[in-house]
Structures are given as C-alpha cells and as structure tokens.
C-alpha cells in the first residue's frame, strides 16, 4: 500500500493515477483537485455523491444496532427505575434484540447489491 504525496493517505495501487513526475504516487482524489486528471478519466474516484449514499447506506445498516445498543445502555443505568414504563421499555428492547439479528441477516443480499452499485 502507498502513500499519496499530497494527503498523505494510505492506499491500495489501485487508487492512485498512473504517471511519472509530479504525477506519481498521487491519489485520484488529489489528481482531480490539482488538475493532473480529470474526474471522467478516474471511473475509481468517489465523489461527493457516491460518498454520501455509501454513507447513509451503512447508516442505514448498523444504525440499528447503535440504537438497540443505546437503548439496552439507558435502560440498564436509569431505565429500571421508572415504575410504570419500565415493563414495556423491556419489551420492546427485548423483541427489538430478536427482531434485529433477523432484519440484519435478510437485508445482507440488498446490502450487498447497493454496495456494488454504489462502488465505482
């Protein structure tokens, strides 16, 4: 794995544009902003776009479990002593922990296939 001159990111040979000079051992991210290449001759270059769905899409995907986590956390520190809503916030904690690993494991195909999509 190389390291661009410009960011000093860590990259795979792939990520990085081809050349001699002041172009070599540039990452295509900075090749675009310092006007080596063009951003339609770099197909593996993330833009902004593809940056902020892979984002949310990964968002989507464990988010979920970040908030079951929360959720058990709050519970376990303040949530026994509430009288009336303790029962019912274990409840629904309790079918969410079943619900989640289930909901994971059957969107793993869709996760995948959005993933590819969204890989330039």
Same mark, same amino acid.
């Given at each position: 794995?190389?390291?661009?001159?410009?960011?000093?990111?860590? %990259?795979?040979? *792939?990520?990085?544009?081809t050349g001699n000079g002041p172009? %070599?051992?540039?990452?295509v991210r900075c090749g675009v902003?310092?006007? !080596?290449?063009?951003?339609?001759?770099?197909?593996?270059?993330?833009? *902004? *776009? /593809?940056?902020? *769905?892979?984002?949310?899409?990964?968002?989507?995907? %464990?988010?979920?479990?970040?908030?079951?986590?929360?959720?058990?956390? =709050? !519970?376990?520190?303040?949530?026994?002593? /509430?009288?009336?809503?303790?029962?019912? =916030?274990?409840?629904?904690?309790?079918?969410?922990? /079943?619900?989640?690993?289930?909901?994971?494991?059957?969107?793993?195909?869709? !996760?995948?296939?959005?993933?590819?999509?969204?890989?330039?």
């Amino acid at each position: 794995m190389a390291t661009c001159r410009y960011c000093r990111g860590v %990259y795979p040979q *792939d990520q990085f544009i081809t050349g001699n000079g002041p172009r %070599y051992l540039v990452c295509v991210r900075c090749g675009v902003e310092q006007g !080596f290449v063009s951003a339609e001759d770099t197909p593996q270059l993330y833009s *902004d *776009d /593809i940056v902020r *769905d892979r984002t949310a899409l990964y968002a989507r995907r %464990y988010g979920i479990w970040m908030t079951l986590f929360v959720g058990w956390m =709050i !519970f376990l520190s303040m949530g026994r002593g /509430i009288t009336f809503w303790s029962p019912a =916030i274990f409840v629904v904690l309790l079918l969410s922990t /079943i619900i989640v690993p289930i909901r994971h494991f059957l969107g793993a195909a869709r !996760f995948k296939a959005e993933q590819t999509r969204l890989t330039p």
